[in-house]
């Protein structure tokens, strides 16, 4: 089985701070990662992903993420925040394949202050 | 390439009716996808075709749901008898398998009144 917790549902930062979005996830064999953002009213648009090889994965927008093991975490950074990066952000993981079935997280809304 | 395509992006309809909903993926991608995402949750996965053979069914997809992918290409979902649970966004997405993973569509949003 596998699973995905992102803990909180809302995180504000401000304009030029560094952006952290938690992931944690539950696998029983190697992980593949995602991080996806979605805006409102609109489908999901992939930000970065974990398949093999680096554990830092680095994505669109400034965006990048580090798979840790030994801490079963893929948390979200960015070192500075823009306020078009406002929107919801999912975590998901699969355990068969990265075209397989995924499982989300329930996502967190990132606020960006001016 | 002009993505993945989902029609209509909005349905609102009466309990008790049926809907059907389509999806047209990437013209070269195998493998299709259907999620079901409410109000303030992550996408729930419900099923996967690979060409036109369905190889993989939620338990949420429930008697009342059917989906098909007729000649590998657009892809139908349909909901018999709706109910207002059934209210949510449905996501279509596609890939061509290897490590690259999906690309998702708009969406459709289904209110049952």
């Known amino acids: 089985a596998q699973s995905v917790t992102q803990l909180g549902s809302h995180v504000s930062v401000s304009e030029g701070a560094l952006v952290l979005l938690r992931c944690n996830y539950s696998?029983?064999?190697?992980?593949?990662l995602f991080w996806y953002v979605q805006y409102p009213n609109q489908g999901l648009q992939l930000l970065l992903k974990?398949?093999?090889?680096?554990?830092l994965v680095k994505g669109i927008n400034g965006f990048e993420a580090e798979f840790k093991k030994s801490e079963t975490s893929f948390h979200l950074t960015k070192p500075s925040a823009h306020m078009s990066d406002a929107a919801e952000y999912f975590c998901?993981?699969?355990?068969?394949?990265?075209?397989?079935?995924?499982?989300f997280g329930k996502g967190i809304t990132l606020s960006v202050r001016p | 390439d002009t993505g993945v395509s989902q029609n209509p992006r909005h349905k609102i309809t009466k309990r008790g009716q049926n809907v059907t909903f389509r999806c047209d993926p990437i013209?070269?991608?195998?493998?299709l996808y259907w999620y079901r995402q409410t109000l303030g949750q992550g996408p729930e996965f419900l099923t996967y075709?690979?060409?036109?053979?369905?190889?993989?069914k939620s338990r949420l997809l429930s008697d009342r749901f059917s989906a098909e992918r007729p000649k590998g290409s657009f892809s139908t979902l349909e909901i018999q008898r709706t109910e207002q649970g059934d209210s949510a966004m449905y996501l279509c997405?596609?890939?061509?398998?290897?490590?690259?993973?999906?690309?998702f569509g708009s969406g459709t949003r289904l209110t049952v009144v």
């Open positions: 997405a596609s890939s061509l398998g290897g490590t690259d993973g999906y690309t």
């Open positions: 696998s029983s064999v190697p992980p593949y």
């Open positions: 075709f690979q060409n036109e053979a369905q190889l993989e």
């Open positions: 974990y398949t093999t090889g680096a554990t």
């Open positions: 013209s070269e991608h195998n493998r």
């Open positions: 998901a993981v699969s355990s068969t394949g990265a075209n397989s079935k995924l499982t």
